[in-house]
């Protein structure tokens, strides 16, 4: 049972186009949700993240909308770089403790130059 | 230096075979979590530990065991691997945020040991 559900599975976009990649979760318990940026050979690292008390937060290029009622939150990727190209991961914290992460099936960003 | 050094970074073996992966952190966290890698399923949670003395299963922990030798040390052990055991393995660390008495949750993990069984 995914608790984390991810799309798309993969990604292709123009240099400088806008790139989204949406999840959506399940658990209400949940309280903080990072985005993580792999690229290969690599073990991810986190990009951004927000708590569930704002619905937006952004960084530079990066932004992360976020809908409580709906239980779905999103990253948007604007003026996309080909340096950008990477898989990207949604996550959740939550659980027992609070410290539990569970990530979704992730989403492979391809930027075209 | 990694702050999260995983050993090895590439293993072959057979069915059947004792497999040990490790971790050294040199970030002074307190919290140690494994993760399996494979494409389209994302990290699943294999095993975590908030100190030396505590160990909890993930969503994944059958076939797999841990030990957490110190603070900054965490392997995982395939006691007898199989072939669908073959993925990408990683290793996190996490603060516990004691001083502001707020976990902040970042995750930070190693570069990976990819795991081939045959």
């Known amino acids: 049972q995914q608790q984390v559900k991810q799309s798309p599975q993969s990604l292709i976009v123009q240099k400088g186009g806008i790139s989204i990649i949406n999840c959506a979760y399940e658990?209400?318990?949940?309280?903080?949700f990072p985005w993580y940026q792999q690229f290969p050979g690599k073990g991810p690292a986190l990009l951004i993240a927000i708590r569930p008390d704002v619905s937006e937060k952004k960084e530079g290029r990066f932004t992360i909308s976020f809908n409580k009622s709906a239980k779905q939150f999103s990253l948007h990727i604007m003026d996309s770089q080909p340096g950008d190209s990477a898989t990207y991961f949604c996550?959740?914290?939550?659980?027992?403790?609070?410290?539990?992460?569970?990530f979704g099936a992730g989403t492979r960003l391809f930027v075209k130059a | 230096d990694a702050d999260v050094t995983q050993t090895p970074r590439n293993r072959i073996t057979k069915t059947g075979k004792r497999i040990m992966l490790e971790c050294s952190q040199t970030k002074g966290h307190d919290r140690m979590y494994w993760y399996r890698q494979d494409p389209g399923l994302g990290l699943r949670l294999i095993y975590y530990s908030f100190d030396v003395k505590d160990i909890n299963k993930g969503e994944i922990s059958d076939g797999y065991s841990v030990s957490r030798q110190a603070q900054a040390k965490f392997s995982l052990s395939l006691e007898s691997a199989i072939p669908n055991q073959t993925a990408l393995y990683f290793c996190?660390?996490?603060?516990?945020?004691?001083?502001?008495?707020?976990?902040?949750?970042?995750?930070?993990f190693g570069e990976g040991s990819r795991l081939t069984v045959l």
């Open positions: 996190a660390t996490s603060d516990t945020g004691l001083r502001t008495r707020q976990p902040t949750g970042e995750l930070f």
């Open positions: 996550a959740a914290r939550g659980g027992v403790g609070g410290f539990k992460t569970i």
């Open positions: 658990n209400t318990a949940f309280d903080y």
